[in-house]
T-cell receptor, first 111, second 116 residues
Framework: KQEVTQIPAALSVPEGENLVLNCSFTDSAIYNLQWFRQDPGKGLTSLLLIQSSQREQTSGRLNASLDKSSGRSTLYIAASQPGDSATYLCAPKAGGFKTIFGAGTRLFVKA | GAGVSQSPSNKVTEKGKDVELRCDPISGHTALYWYRQSLGQGLEFLIYFQGNSAPDKSGLPSDRFSAERTGGSVSTLTIQRTQQEDSAVYLC??????????????FGPGTRLTVT
C-alpha cells in the first residue's frame, strides 16, 4: 500500500527566500508524480507533472525532481512571494488508477 | 475551454437524508476521479472511471456511497442515509487518460458537504 509523507508539515519564510519541499513515497513503481497547490477553500491546481522516466520538470520559479529508486521527490521554489502561500501536495500515481496524496506542506510567505 | 465544474458548491443536509453531488469533467477527458477531503485531512481516493470500463470502486468507504457516469461524461456521486462523518469537501478530477503516465489530473472547485 502506497504511503506518502511530506516534510515539513508547515513552513513560514520571509519573501524572497528559496525553499525546498520534500515528498517521500513507499511504492517506487509509479507512473508519474504530480505536484499541486491548494488555496484555502479551493480545489487543487496542478503545478508540475513528472513522468516516471523523467528526473525533473521546471515551470517558472518551480522545479520538481524525482528519484524513483529512493522514493523521493522535491519541489524547489525560487524567490518565494506572498502569493506562493498555500498548501502544496504531492501525488504519486502507482499501479492501477489510484493516486495517493500526501498530507501536504502548508507554506506561508511573509511580505 | 471550461475546466472541471462541480455542483452544488455547498450542501447542508440533515443526518439520514440522501445527497447527490455532480461533476462535469473537461470535454474530451476519458478519466474521472472522485476524492474526499475531510477537515484537516489529506485527500482520500473514492472512485475512478475510465471510458466505458468498469469503475474502480475500491476507495468507497461504505455501501452508502455510489457513483455513476452517464455517457462517459457527467458523473454523480450519491451518498445515502448521510452521517455526520460524511461531512467533507468532495473533489472531482478528470484527465485525458487515466492509464497513461503523461496526463495531468485537473480538479474542480469541490462540493462542501455538511451533515447536521
Amino acid at each position: 500500500k502506497q504511503e506518502v509523507t511530506q516534510i515539513p508539515a508547515a513552513l513560514s519564510v520571509p519573501e524572497g527566500e528559496n525553499l525546498v519541499l520534500n515528498c517521500s513515497f513507499t511504492d517506487s513503481a509509479i507512473y508519474n508524480l504530480q505536484w499541486f497547490r491548494q488555496d484555502p477553500g479551493k480545489g487543487l491546481t496542478s503545478l508540475l507533472l513528472i513522468q516516471s522516466s523523467q528526473r525533473e520538470q521546471t515551470s517558472g520559479r518551480l522545479n520538481a525532481s524525482l528519484d524513483k529508486s529512493s522514493g523521493r521527490s522535491t519541489l524547489y521554489i525560487a524567490a518565494s512571494q506572498p502569493g506562493d502561500s498555500a498548501t502544496y501536495l504531492c501525488a504519486p500515481k502507482a499501479g492501477g488508477f489510484k493516486t495517493i496524496f500526501g498530507a501536504g506542506t502548508r507554506l506561508f510567505v511573509k511580505a | 475551454g471550461a475546466g472541471v465544474s462541480q455542483s452544488p458548491s455547498n450542501k447542508v443536509t440533515e443526518k439520514g437524508k440522501d445527497v447527490e453531488l455532480r461533476c462535469d469533467p473537461i470535454s474530451g477527458h476519458t478519466a474521472l476521479y472522485w476524492y474526499r477531503q475531510s477537515l484537516g485531512q489529506g485527500l482520500e481516493f473514492l472512485i475512478y472511471f475510465q471510458g466505458n470500463s468498469a469503475p474502480d470502486k475500491s476507495g468507497l468507504p461504505s455501501d452508502r456511497f455510489s457513483a455513476e457516469r452517464t455517457g462517459g461524461s457527467v458523473s454523480t456521486l450519491t451518498i445515502q442515509r448521510t452521517q455526520q462523518e460524511d461531512s467533507a469537501v468532495y473533489l472531482c478530477a478528470s484527465s485525458f487518460d487515466g492509464t497513461g503516465d503523461t496526463y495531468e489530473q485537473y480538479f474542480g472547485p469541490g462540493t462542501r458537504l455538511t451533515v447536521t
